[in-house]
C-alpha cells in the first residue's frame, strides 16, 4: 500500500518523516524554525511525490533514498531552496525532469546505485552544484557534454558506472579536486584531464584504462593517484614525474612492466606501493631519489634485486618485501644504511633469509636497534601487525636475533590471536623452540629482564 503525504502544516513544519504509513509531520516551538526544512522518506514505497511539494519553498534537504519512487515531479524545479537531493538506491527512478536544473541553490546530487539513465541537459544550470554522485548508476552510459560547465563541481563519482568515455569537456572543471573512476570501462582518458587545475586524487583501480595521457603531467596539484588493480596499463608516461605534489603512487596488483626513469622527480612522494606487480621485475636506480618517501612496498613482486641507491631513502620508514621460492633476492650492503636512520617498520616474508646475507644483516642491524621501535619476529608469511617491525625467522636464525635481544622480554601469541601471559626471560623462547610451538610469534620490546641471571643459551622451563 503506497504511503500517503500528509499536508496542511507544512510550512510551519521543521520535518516530515514516514511513520505508520504516513508521512508525519515533525514541529518545533521556536516560531522562526516552523517551517518544513527537511523531507525524509527513506525505505519509503511511495511512487510519487504529490505537486504539493513545491509549497515546501524553504526545504533544504530532500532524502528519497532507497524508495520506490518512480518519478519526480516537474514542480520540484520550485524548491529553490533545497541544497541536498539524495537519490542513492532508488531503483525505480529512471529519468530525471529537465526542471531539476531550477534547483539554483543545490550542492549535493547522489545518484549512486539508480536505475537513472541519461542527465538532462538542464543540469547545466545547476551552478552551485559541487558534488555529484554516479556510483554503480549501471544504467548511465555517457555524460553529457555540458558537464564541463558545472564550475563550482568539486567531487565528481563515477566508480562502477557504465560509463564508456569521458566527454572532453570535463577538462573545464576547475574547482575538481576528486575524480572517482573505480572500474572504469573505457581503455584510455581525454586530454583534457591534464586541464584539471585542482584535481588532488584521482582513483581508477580496476579500471580498463590501457594509456595515461602525457597531459597528466600538468596536474601541479595532484597529491594521490591510485592504479591498483589496472590489468590493461603496462607503462606510466615519462610525465609522471612532472607530478610535484604526489604523495601517493599506488600500483598494487597492477600488470605495470616498468617505471619511468622520471619517476626519481618525485621528491614529495611519501608512499609507493609496488606490491603483487607479477610484470615489474627491477627497480631503477632513481628510486634513491625519492627523498621524502616513507613506505615502500614491494611484497608479493617478483622484483628480485634491489638497486644500491636505495640506502639514500634517508626517510624511509616501513619497508616489506616478499620472495617465492623460486626467486634469489639479492640486496645491496647499501640497505643497511636504513637502520641507523629512520626504519623503525620491515617485514620480510617467504624466502627472504635463505640465501640472502645481506638479509640477514639487516635483520641483526634491527634487532640491534630494540630502543627506537617495537620489532616483531615471528614465523612463516603471514603479514600480521604484529608491532611496527616484523620479519619471520627461520629456527637457525633465532641465536642470532636472540644475541641481540638480551634488554628485552617476548610476549607469545599463539595462533596469532590470544596472548599469553608475558615471559621475563628472552632465552623461554628456546623452550618454545623445542616444543615445536612453530605457531609462537614474539614481540620484542624493549625492557630491561626482571632476573639479571638468566642469559640467552640457558633453557628454562615454559611458565604458561
Known amino acids: 500500500m503506497a504511503q500517503k503525504l500528509v499536508y496542511g502544516e507544512e510550512r510551519r513544519a521543521h520535518a516530515l518523516v514516514p511513520q505508520n504509513g504516513m508521512v508525519k509531520i515533525q514541529m518545533r516551538e521556536n516560531d522562526e524554525e516552523r517551517r518544513v526544512c527537511v523531507l525524509r522518506m527513506t525505505f519509503s514505497a511511495v511512487l510519487s511525490l504529490s505537486d504539493c511539494i513545491k509549497t515546501l519553498d524553504n526545504l533544504i534537504h530532500l532524502d528519497l533514498a532507497n524508495s520506490s519512487i518512480t518519478s519526480l515531479p516537474p514542480s520540484i524545479g520550485r524548491l529553490k531552496n533545497v541544497k541536498v537531493l539524495n537519490l542513492i538506491r532508488t531503483s525505480r527512478l529512471v529519468n530525471l525532469p529537465e526542471e531539476i536544473g531550477d534547483l539554483a541553490g543545490l550542492n549535493k546530487l547522489n545518484l549512486a546505485r539508480s536505475a537513472v539513465g541519461s542527465l538532462p541537459p538542464s543540469i547545466v544550470c545547476l551552478m552551485s552544484l559541487k558534488y555529484i554522485d554516479l556510483s554503480n548508476t549501471n544504467n548511465l552510459a555517457n555524460l553529457p557534454e555540458e558537464i564541463g560547465d558545472l564550475t563550482s563541481l568539486i567531487k565528481l563519482n563515477l566508480d562502477g558506472s557504465k560509463i564508456t568515455s569521458l566527454p572532453p569537456s570535463i577538462g573545464r572543471l576547475k574547482n575538481l579536486d576528486y575524480l572517482g573512476i573505480f572500474h572504469a570501462r573505457f581503455p584510455n582518458l581525454p586530454e583534457e584531464i591534464g586541464d584539471l587545475a585542482s584535481l588532488k586524487k584521482l582513483s581508477l583501480q580496476f579500471s580498463y584504462i590501457e594509456l595515461l595521457p602525457a597531459s597528466m603531467g600538468r596536474l601541479k596539484n595532484l597529491t594521490q593517484l591510485e592504479l591498483a588493480g589496472t590489468d590493461n596499463l603496462s607503462n606510466l608516461p615519462e610525465e609522471i614525474g612532472n607530478l610535484a605534489g ?5 600500483l598494487h596488483d597492477s600488470c605495470i612492466m616498468s617505471l619511468p626513469p622520471s619517476i626519481g622527480r618525485l621528491r614529495n612522494l611519501e608512499y609507493l606501493n609496488l606490491s603483487c606487480t607479477y610484470k615489474l621485475s627491477r627497480l631503477l636506480e632513481e628510486i634513491g631519489d625519492l627523498a621524502n618517501l616513507k613506505s615502500l612496498y ?18 624511509l620508514k616501513e619497508f616489506r618485501l616478499f620472495c617465492e621460492a623460486s626467486t634469489v633476492l639479492r640486496l645491496p650492503e647499501e640497505i643497511l644504511s636504513l637502520t641507523n636512520n629512520s626504519l623503525s617498520a620491515l617485514r620480510l616474508f617467504g624466502n627472504c633469509f635463505d640465501d640472502c646475507p645481506v638479509a640477514q644483516k639487516l635483520l641483526y642491524a634491527m634487532t640491534r636497534n630494540l630502543a627506537r621501535s617495537r620489532i616483531g619476529i615471528g614465523f612463516g608469511d603471514s603479514d600480521e601487525e604484529f608491532g611496527s617491525a616484523s620479519v619471520p625467522v627461520p629456527l637457525r636464525l633465532w641465536p642470532l636475533v636472540l644475541h641481540n635481544a638480551k634488554g628485552a ?20 623462547i628456546y623452550q618454545l623452540l623445542a616444543d ?5 610469534v614474539g614481540v620484542l620490546v624493549n625492557r630491561e629482564p626482571t632476573d639479571t641471571n638468566i642469559r640467552p643459551g640457558r633453557r628454562r622451563p615454559f611458565e604458561g
Not at 436 to 440: A, D, H, I, V
Open 246 to 250: 604526489l604523495k601517493d603512487l599506488c
Open 298 to 315: 614491494l611484497h608479493n613482486s617478483i622484483i628480485t634485486l634491489i638497486p644500491p641507491s636505495i640506502g639514500r631513502l634517508k626517510n
Open 409 to 428: 622480554f617476548a610476549i607469545p601469541i599463539e595462533n596469532q590471536n590470544s596472548y599469553f601471559r608475558d615471559i621475563q626471560q628472552p632465552d623461554a
Open 436 to 440: 615445536e610451538r612453530e605457531s609462537f
